[in-house]
């Protein structure tokens, strides 16, 4: 079974009400323009898996799903996250291509960004953006490809997920994106209602 199907058996184009209830991995090579991969990236093309917001509020956990055209870029994913009511920031969790995640956590004009694949990311609209805003260097001349993922590892630290397990999650190469996301979301405390938001995924 694809990873798509699963989600689907698991889990509409409008955000569905809220269901309730810096180390840095960033490239060490030299920085190249990624012109040319933008221009290669078609928008129509972002497949969005999944974007899902979550917050606190009076101490329990909301979590939404958003439309999946808010994770075609960086900003739109940004915008609609400060639109959430999160006092302590909102986090931002989406699935892009079935290849790679990206997590956001904003709080007010603060912006911390994980990406799960470095390579995979520069394939999408999103990943270029969020690897753009890492300042992560072109990998289009490596030789090698074995997922590497940038950004801050303690994007989540104070929710209770550490450096340490977020690596091990990440090195795990037999999870898929869907499935890492929703780990981490069970180790902060809000896997059900994660779950749950998947679950208005259309088939």
Do not use: H
């Amino acid at each position: 079974m694809t990873k798509v199907a699963r989600v689907a058996a698991r889990t509409g184009p409008n955000a569905s009400p809220p269901v309730s209830g810096s180390d840095s991995l960033d490239g060490l090579r030299r920085p190249v323009a990624r012109d040319v991969l933008c221009e290669e990236v078609a928008v129509d093309d972002a497949a969005v898996d999944f974007a899902v917001a979550a917050w606190r509020e009076d101490g329990l956990w909301q979590v939404v799903l958003l439309p999946p055209s808010t994770g075609d870029t960086l900003e739109g994913l940004v915008n609609a996250l400060r639109a959430q009511p999160g006092e302590g920031g909102v986090l931002g969790l989406v699935s892009v291509a079935e290849e790679f995640f990206v997590l956001v956590r904003v709080l007010g004009e603060e912006v911390r960004l994980l990406v799960s694949d470095i390579y995979a990311a520069e394939e999408w609209p999103l990943g270029l953006d969020a690897l753009e805003r890492l300042g992560v260097p072109s990998t289009e001349d490596d030789e090698t490809e074995d997922p590497q993922p940038a950004g801050d590892l303690k994007v989540v630290d104070d929710f209770g997920v550490g450096v340490v397990e977020l690596e091990l999650l990440l090195d795990d190469d037999e999870m898929w994106p869907d499935e890492q996301l929703a780990t981490i979301a069970s180790r902060i405390g809000f896997g059900e209602l994660f779950d749950a938001a998947l679950e208005q995924l259309p088939d």
